[in-house]
């Protein structure tokens, strides 16, 4: 099992530009959730997907945030244009949907940089 | 979703027991209680719940007070790997009973020292 698998790693950005997230959730789980952490405010939940469909949207910033799941198996993270306050390590998590007893599983999370 | 409380930091010993504490003193009946930690530099990675009865695992034992107002999660022989934030998150279970939008606090920070 491979795990959470986040692309790119890091990733270093003008203000301005466009900036796309991926991740590819564990096989068979059909929730997930993409978080943000900085020093300032610690780990934020973004948005969370159920079954490809995201069931709560309300810790995302601004309009400058969009997330898509076209699939169970891909999901996107798109900040345009970015800001340097954008700046911060972004995680996806994937979990089933049923059962307490199944934690999340944590990518290694994308840290991204807006100069 | 009820309040937690921890503290900010713990020293531990390397091979001693390290017991971390949390307060969720206005939990629900139907509310559990997870602990998830973090590793410098990786993402989060979930430890054991409970609801009311004490739990133990092949990472930690959670134990959790008969009034369900307060737990503690053990680590029986703590390493150096073990070092890191501890996050306490209390809620209702989601949907078909996930662990659904878990919100994380500050946690407490646990250095485990040789």
């Known amino acids: 099992d491979a795990g959470v698998i986040q692309s790119p790693r890091h990733e270093v950005t003008e203000m301005g530009q466009e900036v796309t997230l991926r991740c590819k959730p564990i096989s068979g789980h059909n929730s997930l959730f993409w978080y943000r952490q900085t020093m300032m405010r610690g780990l934020e939940l973004l948005i969370y997907?159920?079954?490809?469909?995201?069931?709560?949207d309300s810790g995302m910033p601004e309009d400058r945030f969009s997330a898509k799941m076209p699939n169970a198996s891909f999901s996107t993270l798109k900040i345009q244009p970015s800001e340097p306050r954008d700046s911060a390590v972004y995680f996806c998590a994937s979990s089933p949907v049923a059962g307490t007893n199944y934690g999340y599983t944590f990518g290694s999370g994308t840290r991204l940089t807006v100069v | 979703d009820a309040k937690t409380t921890q503290p900010p930091s713990m020293d531990c010993a390397e091979g001693r027991a390290a017991n971390l504490p949390c307060n969720h003193s206005t939990i629900s009946g139907n509310e559990y209680v997870y602990w998830y930690r973090q590793i410098h530099s990786q993402g989060p990675q979930y430890i054991i719940h409970?609801?009311?009865n004490n739990e133990t695992n092949e990472m930690a034992s959670l134990i959790i007070t008969e009034d369900r107002k307060s737990s503690t999660l053990i680590l029986p022989h703590a390493t150096l790997r073990d070092t890191a934030v501890y996050y306490c998150?209390?809620?209702?279970?989601?949907?078909?009973?996930?662990?659904?939008?878990?919100?994380f606090g500050k946690g407490t920070k646990l250095s485990v020292k040789p």
């Open positions: 997907f159920n079954n490809n469909v995201p069931i709560d």
């Open positions: 409970g609801l009311k």
């Open positions: 998150i209390v809620r209702v279970p989601g949907v078909r009973g996930s662990q659904g939008n878990l919100i």
